[in-house]
């Protein structure tokens, strides 16, 4: 079976500061592991994810993520915070192919001036 | 060009009536899925189909009903609507190629149960 663990619900950070949103996994299978950033009242946007090519992962938005598998951890970093970042992060893994993703609860990041 | 898009974008209703969403994909992909978000912004899958065929059918309510006429349409039914049905549904597509194929989402449905 697979989860993650977002530590940490609510994150604030000052523009240009570093952002750094926590993610530990517990699956039985090499997992995949994805973030995904929702705005306001918006879909889900895939940031990044982890398929077993590099541990370092570089997505969209200046962010990345770093697979450690000795820490069971995906968490996901951006040097520094833009106002835009302001949104709802969540982790996901996947087990096998054929099932759903298994989502975190969820950060709220909030970015301030 | 959107490439996944659902309606209503919003569904304000009474109890105890049956209501639909849709849910349509144009990009090629062979799996869709219905994810529910509840008010604490927690999401969990509900069910998933691929290539028309149900794949993935969690414990849901059986008032809950999807249906899913061609590979490119996801389409849920709810009956009976209750209180606790109010949330954010999402429906998703993905291309199956492997287990880190990526699901791409909708805008969301945001239901409201009076």
């Known amino acids: 079976a697979q989860s993650v663990t977002q530590l940490g619900s609510h994150v604030s950070v000052s523009e240009g500061a570093l952002v750094l949103l926590r993610c530990n996994y517990s699956s039985s299978v090499p997992p995949y592991l994805f973030w995904y950033v929702q705005y306001p009242n918006q879909g889900l946007q895939l940031l990044l994810k982890y398929t077993s090519a590099a541990t370092l992962v570089k997505g969209i938005n200046g962010f990345e993520a770093e697979f450690k598998k000795s820490e069971t951890s995906f968490h996901l970093t951006k040097p520094s915070a833009h106002m835009s970042d302001a949104a709802e992060y969540f982790c996901a893994v996947k087990g096998q192919a054929g099932t759903a993703l298994i989502f975190g609860k969820g950060t709220t990041l909030s970015v301030s001036s | 060009d959107t490439a996944v898009s659902q309606t209503p974008k919003y569904l304000v209703t009474q109890m105890g009536n049956d209501k639909s969403i849709k849910c349509e994909q144009n990009l090629g992909h062979d799996t869709m899925y219905w994810y529910k978000q509840d008010s604490k912004k927690f999401l969990k899958i509900m069910f998933s189909y691929n290539n028309k065929e149900l794949i993935i059918n969690e414990t849901v309510p059986n008032r809950f009903s999807p249906k899913s006429p061609d590979k490119a349409h996801l389409n849920l039914h709810i009956n009976s609507l209750e209180l606790g049905d109010s949330a954010v549904y999402f429906c998703?597509?993905?291309?199956?190629?492997?287990?880190?194929?990526?699901?791409?989402f909708g805008p969301g449905t945001r239901l409201l149960v009076l």
């Open positions: 998703a597509s993905s291309q199956q190629r492997g287990v880190q194929e990526t699901q791409y």
